[in-house]
């Protein structure tokens, strides 16, 4: 096959140049975030313009996201009370909020009825109904409809994340037919990839890519074009995740939204989806830590502390629990002393351990890696791991903790070699304790209809911990203190 070549006045793709708004990791420059403030401090709105007007809408969210409340108050009247609708739509959670609020109504309604549905629902869905009902009210009718029907669908359902402009064509139309409608259209989603073909009863038969669309000839009919195998429509009702899991698994580009009667009422696209999982991985990050979905850098020193004291409450619970069980051995411990020395490891690795198969576990639940089907056989796997992980560290840490222990002079040879089979032994234990903890806790939680991101990680470090100490005193008590008496 033969290359065309371009000619030598075609536009060609520009070769990317350093720009000094940006450092070399592609964040906005500390200098460039100086000169922005300083611009905003000297209330001189030529020479903000002429500093950000080639910024993307994303670069101007992170530009806002790193400026003071006062300052970001600062941006907003130097640009006439408006924040453009592309840049509201990047901007995340709190920080959204903020803006919004300090925008009047009928500026926010405009940028409102710039975007999608999806992003212009995006804009609205955290305001309280007050603000959204003042904001929704100087909207044109078909948008406030339009906004309103979104907005009553649950959170994370496939209704919140699909925009409802698309095209559809009738089975019967000619691929001609279709061109001349698209260049006749005077609203059109801003980006689309397919036309969904439908049958009289307004349900999706079947989808043509454009690019399939292009190269056909105009008296083609669309029917002959069209692809149903292939095609996944998606319930108005369908959680965001199993959204995120059908264009993960088929390699999707965009889908049709249906509602009860399986009738076509709009579409998402891999960008939403691209944003959905973006925010989805944040939260179960967070959660993993104990820290609330919406915490972000712009938050206040309180709302920071509020956000972080429930887990913290809890963790001291279990710490509680744990300086139970070592209380219950005190006896032990005051006459070897190498024992409170030795079983902060065992409780260590064992969190360790358990903190490593509940990473993954949490991740195979939610990319569907991990069901009742393959279940009982990645239980063994992760029993089997901890176990074999826990024989080689038996061996390390039973030797040292031996070796230690009777070149302190601390015992004789018998006592250091009873040592390090209680320390290897408990540390077998725990870590076997720990991998099952890290697989049989998230799928509990899973199966109880919890979120296994968010309340995993306090129980199986409870489990790792209570276990290590019970098992190395308990085992400590019973082997030792009869040889030292």
């Known amino acids: 096959m033969s290359e065309i070549a371009p000619a030598e006045n075609e536009l060609r793709p520009e070769e990317p140049e350093d720009d000094a708004q940006f450092a070399d990791d592609r964040t ?77 109504p009928a500026k926010v309604a405009e940028a409102v009825v710039e975007l999608d549905t999806d992003d212009a629902t ?31 669908f649950e959170e994370e359902s496939a209704g919140r994340l699909m925009q409802r402009e698309f095209f559809a ?46 190269k056909a000839p105009r008296e083609t009919v669309i029917e002959d074009l069209m692809n149903s195998r292939d095609m996944r429509t998606v319930p108005v009702t369908m959680d965001q995740e199993e959204v995120a899991y059908l264009f993960e698994q088929y390699n ?44 972000g850098l712009s938050d206040t020193v309180i709302e920071t502390v509020r956000s972080r004291f429930s887990w913290l409450a809890i963790n001291l619970g279990t710490a509680i629990m744990a300086s139970l069980v070592i209380a219950l051995f005190d006896a032990a411990i005051g006459q070897i002393v190498a024992l409170a020395v030795l079983m902060p490891i065992v409780a260590s690795m064992g ?58 002079g601390w015992g004789t040879e018998i006592e250091a070699v009873r040592l390090g089979i209680v320390v290897g032994a408990a540390m077998i234990i725990n870590l076997l304790a720990a991998g099952l903890a890290g697989i049989l806790v998230p799928i509990g939680l899973q199966r109880a209809g919890a979120d296994p991101a968010v309340a995993s990680a306090v129980f199986v470090t409870t489990v790792t911990d209570i276990v290590g100490f019970f098992v190395f005193l308990g085992l400590a008590a019973a082997v030792l203190l009869p040889a030292a008496s």
Not at 123 to 152: F, G, H, N, S, T
Not at 356 to 373: E, G, P, Y
């Open 28 to 104: 906005l420059s500390p200098e460039f975030v100086r000169s922005v403030v300083d611009t905003l401090d000297a209330n001189d709105p030529d020479n903000f313009k002429a500093l950000t007007e080639e910024l993307h809408a994303a670069d101007f969210a992170d530009l806002m996201a790193l400026l003071r409340e006062d300052q970001r108050e600062s941006l907003i009247t130097l640009m006439g009370g408006a924040i453009p609708s592309d840049v509201l739509a990047e901007l995340d959670g709190d920080l959204l909020e903020e803006v919004i609020d300090a925008m009047e």
């Open 122 to 152: 995006f804009l609205l869905e955290d305001l309280d109904e007050e603000k959204q009902a003042e904001i929704l009210a100087l909207a044109p009718v078909e948008d406030r409809v339009a906004l309103r029907a979104a907005l009553d």
């Open 169 to 214: 064509s009738p089975a019967f139309w000619t691929v001609g037919q279709i061109i001349d409608r698209l260049r006749s259209a005077e609203e059109l989603p801003d980006r689309f990839y397919e036309v969904f073909v439908v049958d009289p009863a307004f349900k999706p038969m079947g989808s043509v890519p454009l690019s399939t669309l292009l």
């Open 252 to 295: 999707l580009i965009s889908t049709p939204v249906v509602d009860d009667a399986d009738r076509l009422i709009g579409m998402i696209t891999v960008d939403d989806v691209v944003e959905m999982v973006r925010e989805e991985t944040h939260e179960d990050m967070l959660a993993l830590a104990g820290v609330e979905a919406d915490t």
């Open 351 to 408: 969190g360790n351990a358990g903190t490593q198969t509940l990473t993954v576990v949490v991740r195979s639940l939610a990319t569907k890696d991990l069901t009742a089907t393959n279940a009982a056989r990645v239980v063994i796997r992760e029993a089997t791991v901890g176990f074999l992980n826990g024989v080689i560290f038996a061996l390390i840490m039973g030797a040292l903790a031996g070796v230690w222990y009777f070149a302190s």
